[in-house]
């Protein structure tokens, strides 16, 4: 009996413990301001990420977005200099609906860092 109740206090403190959800802004500084700019204005090595939605005929493509930066989505004709984050990010512990009314499961720091972007576009 003591056993279980140690087992449940165990239960209960692991769900207290979750981690906070991760700093899209402080993702962006860390990872990606070095090629894409502070700002993501873009750089001579790296394209501007404030007019995605501009060049998408004025919507936020989530889901391209998405498979760009975990590494699904290249774009062979500029390079591929840019790092498979989908190796680096977590887990898809997260849910995203990227237009389709469906939650897919995505990792917490892939989408941080896209709803980052989504609010910085012009
Ligand atoms: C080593 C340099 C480098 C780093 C670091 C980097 N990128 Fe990139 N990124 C690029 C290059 C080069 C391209 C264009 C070629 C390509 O698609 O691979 C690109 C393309 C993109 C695109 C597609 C832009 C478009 O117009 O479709 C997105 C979105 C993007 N990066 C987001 C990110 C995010 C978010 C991070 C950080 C988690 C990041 N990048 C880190 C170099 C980098």
Redesign the pocket.
């Known amino acids: 009996m003591r056993i279980a109740w140690i087992g449940l206090i165990l239960a209960v403190a692991g769900c207290a413990v979750e981690p906070p959800a991760p700093s899209g802004t402080a993702?962006?500084a860390e990872?990606?301001a070095?090629?894409?700019g502070a700002g993501a204005g873009g750089t001579e090595?790296?394209?501007?990420?404030t007019g995605?939605a501009a060049?998408h005929g004025g919507v936020f493509p989530r889901a391209?977005?998405l498979s760009?930066?975990d590494g699904f989505h290249?774009?062979p004709a500029?390079?591929?200099?840019?790092?498979q984050?989908g190796l680096i990010f977590g887990d898809p512990t997260a849910r995203v609906d990227v237009g389709d009314g469906i939650e897919t499961p995505v990792s917490p720091e892939l989408l941080a860092?896209?709803e980052h972007?989504e609010r910085l576009q012009r």
């Open positions: 993702l962006f990872n990606c070095t090629c894409h090595i790296a394209p501007d990420l995605i060049r391209k977005v760009t930066i290249r774009t500029l390079g591929s200099e840019m790092p984050w860092v896209m972007l």
